[in-house]
């Protein structure tokens, strides 16, 4: 049974460019969630999906991210014209449905840098 | 409004000795889920352990064990004999009803041979 599969492993944008993370949680989980570790700093809540249903976006930035968990395919992290503080390691995690104390399942993640 | 707090963020010890990590928390939930996780150098973040609300029962699995204090709302972390693989750095988490886990700046932990 696979893990939580993101890809890219690592990612290099110039600034003003898109980044597009991409995140296939574990078979049978059906929320997902997306987190932001900058360097020597914690684990940051960004948005929380269910399939096509954002749940919680209390997290993101109002402007230029966006995220996504369509009916089929991964969920997809979305940062337009990133600048340089968006450099940091984006983690995606699943859980499957039920109760409120389902663990979290994590990926290698995604170490985005900006030039 | 839920918030973790990890005071130590850093914990250096040598080889074999104790080392209690600390976790304060915050929620209005009475109903909630703990958790900690442990990140090793390879990135990826792995689960220990969860307690809910109600259970605050300690809980001891082999060289490590948690200490769930309602009172002082804390869920502490031991690791007795530390060893260097126990080198990582470690998150406490609280799940309530909002859904989402909110976790703490976490603590690094080096173990020296």
């Known amino acids: 049974n696979a893990g939580v599969m993101q890809n890219p492993r690592h990612l290099v944008r110039r600034r003003g460019q898109e980044a597009r993370l991409r995140c296939s949680p574990m078979?049978?989980?059906?929320?997902v969630y997306w987190y932001r570790q900058l360097p020597e700093e914690g684990l940051k809540f960004m948005v929380y999906?269910?399939?096509?249903?954002?749940?919680?976006e209390s997290g993101m930035p109002k402007e230029r991210f966006s995220a996504e968990f369509p009916k089929e395919g991964p969920s997809i992290l979305r940062i337009q014209q990133v600048v340089r503080g968006d450099s940091a390691a984006y983690f995606c995690a699943s859980s499957p449905p039920g109760h409120l104390g389902e663990k979290l399942f994590f990926g290698s993640g995604t170490q985005l840098s900006v030039l | 409004a839920q918030k973790v707090t990890q005071a130590q963020t850093e914990i250096s010890v040598v080889e074999k000795e104790d080392v209690t990590l600390d976790c304060v928390y915050e929620t209005r939930d009475t109903t909630y889920y703990l958790f900690w996780y442990k990140q090793p150098p390879s990135g990826e973040l792995v689960f220990l352990i969860r307690?809910?609300?109600?259970?605050?029962q300690n809980e001891i699995s082999g060289r490590y064990s948690w200490n769930f204090q309602k009172s002082t709302s804390s869920f502490n972390f031991t690791i007795t004999a530390s060893q260097v693989v126990d080198s990582a750095v470690y998150f406490c988490a609280l799940r309530a009803n909002a859904g989402k886990s909110t976790f703490g700046d976490g603590t690094t932990l080096t173990v020296k041979p």
């Open positions: 999906l269910q399939k096509e249903n954002i749940i919680d």
């Open positions: 307690r809910n609300s109600f259970d605050e």
């Open positions: 078979k049978g989980h059906s929320h």
